[in-house]
């Protein structure tokens, strides 16, 4: 049974950081490319990050330069630190995999705000 469970959300001044975990349990952790995505409000849900069972990464666009991904493979651990933080990345932030189908962890929320 594929298991994701986000955690190390929380609130966040502008310009603060945060990192975020998914821990990863069901499959060879070590194989699978993994994503973040985010979904904020009135939103669709729309990818962040991804990281290659290789360690390849692509980025997008919009948080280019303040967010990183990253995995340990030893953790069985994807993560996403996030930087300079804007009120914009407020969102619910989801962890991904495809294994045959689509798993979602149940997201961690994420709030930046004054």
């Known amino acids: 049974q594929v298991q994701l469970v986000e955690s190390g959300g929380g609130v966040v001044q502008p310009g603060g950081s945060l990192r975020l975990s998914c821990a990863v349990s069901?499959?060879?952790?070590?194989?699978?490319?993994m994503d973040w995505y985010r979904q904020r409000p009135g939103w669709q849900r729309e990818l962040v990050a991804s990281i290659t069972n290789s360690g390849g990464t692509n980025t997008a666009d919009f948080v280019k330069g303040r967010f990183t991904i990253s995995r340990d493979n030893a953790k069985n651990t994807v993560y996403l630190q996030m930087n300079s933080l804007k009120p914009e990345d407020t969102a619910v932030y989801y962890c991904?995999?495809?294994?045959?189908?689509?798993?979602w962890g149940p997201g961690t929320q994420v709030t930046v705000s004054s």
């Open positions: 069901g499959i060879i952790f070590s194989l699978n490319n």
């Open positions: 991904h995999v495809v294994r045959r189908r689509e798993y």
